[in-house]
């Protein structure tokens, strides 16, 4: 893949890296779920952020089969519905697939207006699932939780990507 200018070179992820963010995601979200407020339906999904930014950086590391069983265990966190948010992971996981070489050619701000559709898509298959099978509608501010998540895309991304980055070397002989 050709490089765009300016852009440093990576140094390879390490799994361990990889699913102890994944991991640290989800108890991120079970935190927020028994934390002070609650269940309420304007909190971001940190745990779909990190999906998303790890299904877009690593597509072979990271799937939607993962995104299937972290929706499952946060079901069953959340004693909801079993399979509305592994409904939601997946679909997300797919679509951030779908995009994934394209998303990388962006600047971060541009990345996170190009998320923001897959987290509003992520969150009305949740609402709809909940209509559906005969629960209320949370109310309005469902509706800032995508926003928050693609407010988060930034920051997500420099902290995760902060372990890749090479040390600026001094020797002018080498380019890389």
């Given at each position: 893949m050709i490089m765009r200018p300016g852009k440093q070179l990576l140094l390879p992820v390490k799994p361990f890296f990889i699913w102890t963010s994944l991991i640290v995601a989800m108890l991120c979200n079970m935190l927020?779920?028994?934390?002070?407020?609650?269940?309420?339906?304007?909190?971001?999904?940190v745990?779909?952020?990190?999906?998303?930014?790890?299904?877009?950086?690593?597509?072979?590391?990271?799937?939607?089969?993962?995104?299937?069983?972290?929706?499952?265990?946060?079901?069953?966190?959340?004693?909801?519905?079993l399979g509305q948010n592994a409904m939601a992971y997946t679909v997300l996981s797919f679509f951030a697939t779908t995009i994934h070489r394209r998303l990388l050619w962006f600047s971060l701000p541009s990345q996170a207006a190009q998320v923001f559709p897959l987290f509003a898509v992520s969150h009305a298959i949740e609402l709809l699932v909940r209509i559906v099978?005969?629960?209320?509608?949370?109310?309005?501010?469902?509706?800032?939780?995508?926003?928050?998540?693609?407010?988060?895309?930034?920051?997500?991304s420099v902290v995760l990507l902060v372990p890749q980055l090479r040390a600026p070397d001094p020797d002018e002989n080498r380019p890389l």
């Open positions: 927020q779920n028994m934390g002070l407020w609650g269940r309420a339906a304007w909190i971001p999904d745990l779909a952020v990190v999906l998303v930014f790890w299904t877009v950086h690593q597509p072979l590391r990271v799937s939607i089969g993962a995104a299937f069983m972290f929706g499952l265990l946060m079901d069953v966190h959340q004693a909801g519905l099978s005969g629960g209320t509608f949370p109310g309005i501010h469902i509706f800032l939780a995508p926003v928050f998540e693609a407010l988060l895309w930034p920051l997500a």
